[in-house]
């Protein structure tokens, strides 16, 4: 590794391995403070000043050149890491994992495509390369810089920085930490959570736990489970959501007592928070907790039965309405579902309004008018709505006579509604107002529906998951309201043995079910007549 020419750094060694630390110092805790969401809580990585001094002691050479080269990439990829980390628990609440998050890269492209365009979503594609590529050859300059400092002091620095890592190891000197065994001990975690996930897939697979079983205590029955994009309890509980939700479902449970429903409600933990809905879905399908995109691949790849096998062993057709899939999804026939109505099948001839391909009221509608009365058979029917999906804009209001949803034109007013979805990025407060505003609607035309649904039939709506930190705070919870919904109140009899209470209002829990136990509780209350 060839040094840097002495001669262009006034001051001597002191002066240029200072500068090296300096920079490699606020790269490595910069993230970290985005990871922990407080500034200052690291101010010194002992290895930005340790692993500079030792290689300017590394012999010249090839060998020389070879680790320097190698101590280049693992700082690089330890700095872009540890913004993605920062980036995954902001948005996702839990910490990066290397060895499956990649696979959300196609997700996140598509997200932005989605939302603001092809163009855009490329644009970023780059910039996020152009940014790791230049982190990489930034650290390789300030290397070159450090191979230039004499043996004495790079031996002083070193020694000096082994110390304080050692102090940092023990919590004897505050603010003092390794990034680079901070992240060792997290994926180290995220790995055998990773091997045990896998183990426990694979053995689902041979589990009669998980063999499809008919349900008799369903039979002749529609079953509809309705997820509400991004509905969290944080929506209760949270003074800032909570005067406007709480008082929206009171005024909702009495609304469906008065057509003649029954409501209980309570929570259950999604697998995930901030996004990713299909992984929530698939949960909720097999009766395992699918947290991650491997996982969910690995599913839909190994021969385990599904809920939606649960349900065609009854005698039910199974269907999915899935208006955010705008492309061909053969995922659908391997969750067992007879006929996926994407944005395509919708017949929506509506705007699309920003991220969302057609109003949540309009693919209720477009169900029960036109998709419901074809069907000759109880339906099993599962809808992923995304109307309160990000970046939540624009907001609409309810159409007030459902007879003029039609296909959709009722809707035009709303076109080219919202402004600039990027600018609620850099206004909080006005993102978690369009956010509650979404969920709202949401919320409004679900209940809304449900009074018009037939008195045996079941509802489950429930949120597939939290939203991000920005909106629910980093200490929210993965729990999500889950309503019960009947005119048979004896359809309803196992959920509120489980502790869920009447209304539309979940109580407070200590202690909260995984989502992947609806499909067991379906099973046990409904698997025998």
Not at 49 to 61: R, S
């Amino acid at each position: 590794m060839k040094p840097e020419t002495p001669e262009r750094w006034p001051g001597g060694s002191l002066a240029r391995l200072l500068l090296v630390g300096l920079v490699l110092n606020a790269l490595l805790i910069l993230p970290a403070w985005w990871r922990d969401g407080a500034i200052g809580s690291v101010w010194l990585a002992p290895e930005a000043w340790l692993l500079p001094a030792l290689l300017a002691l590394f012999p010249a050479g090839r060998a020389g050149r070879a680790t320097g080269f190698v101590v280049a990439i693992l700082l690089a990829f330890l700095i872009v890491a540890g913004a993605f980390d920062g980036l995954v628990r902001s948005v996702l609440g839990r910490p990066l994992n290397v060895f499956v998050d990649p696979l959300m890269l196609r997700a996140g492209f598509h997200l932005i495509e989605g939302s603001v365009g092809w163009w855009a979503a490329l644009l970023a594609s780059v910039l996020v390369a152009l940014a790791a590529v230049a982190v990489a050859w930034g650290v390789w300059r300030l290397l070159r810089i450090a191979v230039a400092v004499g043996p004495g002091i790079a031996t002083a620095t070193a020694s000096l920085a082994f110390v304080f890592g050692l102090a940092g190891a023990f919590q004897m000197l505050p603010g003092t930490a390794s990034q680079l065994l901070a992240m060792a001990a997290t994926q180290a975690g995220q790995l055998e959570e990773t091997r045990e996930a896998r183990s426990r897939l694979l053995r689902a697979e041979s589990d009669p736990a998980f063999a499809a079983r008919p349900l008799p205590g369903l039979a002749g029955r529609d079953v509809y489970v309705v997820y509400i994009e991004s509905y969290g309890e944080s929506l209760i509980d949270q003074p800032r959501y909570a005067g406007r939700i709480r008082p929206l479902l009171e005024r909702w449970s009495g609304r469906l007592e008065a057509a003649g429903l029954h409501a209980l409600s309570g929570r259950l933990e999604a697998p995930i928070r901030g996004g990713q809905s299909w992984l929530s879905h698939a949960t909720v399908l097999s009766g395992l907790p699918i947290d991650s995109q491997l996982w969910y691949r690995m599913l839909l790849a190994r021969d385990i039965d599904l809920l939606t096998d649960d349900f065609r062993a009854t005698g039910h057709r199974t269907v999915k309405l899935a208006p955010a899939i705008v492309d061909d999804w053969p995922e659908g026939k391997q969750l067992g579902f007879d006929r996926v109505f994407a944005a395509a099948d919708l017949n929506y001839q509506g705007p699309r309004l920003g991220w969302v391909t057609m109003p949540d009221e309009f693919t209720l509608h477009a169900f029960s008018e036109r998709i419901r009365p074809r069907i000759d058979a109880p339906v099993y029917a599962q809808f992923a709505l995304i109307s309160s999906h990000w970046p939540w804009t624009p907001v609409i209001e309810p159409t007030p006579d459902p007879a003029r949803i039609d296909e959709g034109r009722v809707y035009e007013r709303w076109r080219g509604a919202g402004g600039d979805p990027f600018a609620l990025l850099f206004d909080p407060p006005a993102q978690r107002e369009a956010y509650l505003d979404s969920v709202e609607y949401a919320l409004t035309v679900t209940f809304e529906w449900a009074r018009r649904l037939p008195d045996d039939a079941l509802l489950l709506v429930l949120g597939d998951h939290q939203p991000t930190s920005l909106i629910a705070g980093r200490d929210a919870g993965r729990a999500v309201p889950v309503h019960a919904i009947s005119g048979d109140r004896g359809l309803l009899a196992g959920f509120e043995r489980r502790g869920f209470a009447p209304g539309l209002l979940p109580p407070p829990a200590d202690e909260v079910a995984g989502l992947e136990r609806l499909r067991h509780w379906l099973r046990e209350d409904f698997g025998r007549e």
